[in-house]
């Protein structure tokens, strides 16, 4: 990876605020190329060209700057989801949107969709008053999609499931360990086939 002299972490900015958003940036491009498991605020010092004492004027620690990659890419995918919720469309066209743009988040964000799972957690009480979590959009897109209900099952188990089914695609997709080739569904539409199945399934339940 390139020194980060030029641009936003350039040191002549430094003095303007600007050294909190270039570690950030610093740290989303080397998780997105090298993964989680590596990046130290050491590292993020070098990329950025400052001595690893100066990051404590912005973080207390690794940890302080992977909870605030992980609260800006929190809010992103909220953002995205919203967009997908309130698209155009049948309901069901609107929810099988919002699992394409959660599984598109996961590829296209992987430093922030890292960071989310990495951290403690970022819980709804965190979000900016008056916005919903991804997880409760998931809740109200299922209710307003399957307006049977799920034959007394709760909508938040049901979209429990459904995150779960998601994310075990983008992990394994982002791993490389999803089968490829002629005939092999992909990740979309593995997604959308084991959606209708748990709502499906959880629907005839007793």
Known sequence: MRHWRDGPGDRRNYHHGNLKEALVEAARRFIAERGIGGFTLVEAARLVGVTPAALYRHFRGREALLEELAGRGFNELASRLARALTSRGTPLERFTRMGEVYLAFAEEEPAYYAAI??????????????????????????????????????????????????????????????????????????????????????????
């Open 117 to 206: 799972f990495e951290t403690r957690g970022i819980h709804a009480a965190e979000m900016p008053e008056g916005r919903p979590s991804p997880f409760d959009l998931l809740v109200e897109a299922l209710q307003a999609t399957f307006t049977d209900g799920f034959g007394g099952v709760t909508p938040r188990f049901i979209a429990l499931e459904v995150w779960a089914l998601a994310h075990g695609l983008a992990t394994l997709s982002a791993a490389g360990h999803l089968p490829t080739g002629p005939g092999i569904p992909d990740k979309y539409e593995l997604l959308r086939a084991g959606v209708l199945a748990l709502v499906h399934g959880a629907s005839r339940r007793e």
